[in-house]
């Protein structure tokens, strides 16, 4: 879909929630907490600003929010964000996005509740590749804790048979953050109604429908990194989806992706045994912070997309 669709799209719910507001309101309510937003640009990789919230009104909205600490401009009856604090974007596929709880949204930010816990990230960033991103990791423990849309589901790790120890090392990880974890054997199958963690080398996961997706490349998963020669290469992308570096033994992938409407699948995977235990020891809040998605190598955490020169 081109930017402008999405614009048209998103200016339609922002007109609809307005009727529905004048005739119904979402009304004041008790309100909420615990509540940060966060703009970034570039995929992350420049923080502009953020804010927590230990309390907000029962009728905010992600627009709201945005609006009460930002200067913010709008287009398409204000449904459209054109810039924050003045940084806009451009008609070269460069755009404002945001996720709640690390999934992007799919309606305008003026149609978006804002619930207990929500974790709301705006980024500016080049859309060349792809102009959807359907999730990311930068909010974790999100969206394990608070879950989507206010409802928490539950969580799954599936377990590849030679990654007992990885297993073990993401199960300990959402455990610590507060998230009630179920254990199954890889490819099991957990349903669509829950949250589901795939660990395990990447030529024992590419089957599944997540990293079918990744392996199509940005514009189907949102994931700026590729693997190559059955599995025993991780290819990392800049944002128009060009290889910029390729690493070998030892590199693993934190990423998560969608398809549609289904909840996101995250995966923790590597080129073989030790880059997937180090995917997996670097499942905490401080690593992943604001990274859309997360290459491990024996050169560090490296995020992707990976700019040209990196």
């Not at 309390?55 to 929010?65: A, F, K, L, N």
């Not at 930068?138 to 539950?154: K, V």
């Not at 570096?245 to 992706?257: D, E, I």
Request: hydrophobic share 40%.
């Amino acid at each position: 879909m081109s930017r402008w669709a999405r614009s048209a799209l998103t200016a339609v719910a922002a007109t609809l929630v307005a009727v529905a507001a004048a005739g119904c309101g979402l009304g004041p309510g008790p309100g909420t907490g615990d509540v940060t937003l966060t703009v970034t640009r570039g995929f992350g990789s420049k923080r502009l600003g953020a804010v927590a919230a230990p309390h907000v009104p029962g009728s905010e909205t992600v627009m709201r929010m945005l609006e009460r600490s930002f200067n913010v401009q709008t287009r398409y009856g204000g449904g459209f964000v054109e810039s924050i604090d003045g940084l806009s974007g451009s008609s070269s596929r460069l755009d404002w996005f945001y996720y709640v709880n690390g999934i992007e949204a799919t309606v305008g930010a003026a149609s978006t509740a804002v619930h207990r816990g929500d974790r709301i990230w705006w980024d500016l960033h080049d859309w060349s590749a792809t102009n959807s991103v359907p999730a990311v990791v930068g909010s974790f423990p999100e969206p394990f804790l608070h879950g989507m849309g206010g409802r928490r589901y539950p969580t799954t790790v599936q377990c590849a048979a030679d990654s007992s120890s990885a297993c073990a090392t993401v199960t300990n990880a959402l455990s610590k953050e507060g998230v009630p974890v179920a254990s199954q054997t890889f490819g099991t199958g957990s349903g669509t109604d829950s949250l589901n963690v795939l660990v395990g080398p990447w030529r024992e996961l590419q089957q599944v429908l997540a990293a079918e997706l990744i392996d199509r490349g940005p514009a189907s998963s949102g994931v700026y990194a590729r693997f190559t020669s059955g599995g025993r290469q991780l290819q990392l992308l800049d944002p128009r989806g060009g290889v910029v570096r390729t690493l070998g033994a030892g590199a693993g992938l934190v990423a998560a992706t969608a398809d549609h409407a289904a909840t996101p699948t995250w995966i923790v995977t590597g080129t073989d045994s030790a880059g997937v235990l180090a995917a997996a020891q670097a499942l905490t809040p401080t690593r992943l912070h604001d990274r859309f998605a997360l290459v491990v190598s024996g050169r560090g955490d490296l995020p992707v997309p990976l700019q040209a020169g990196s």
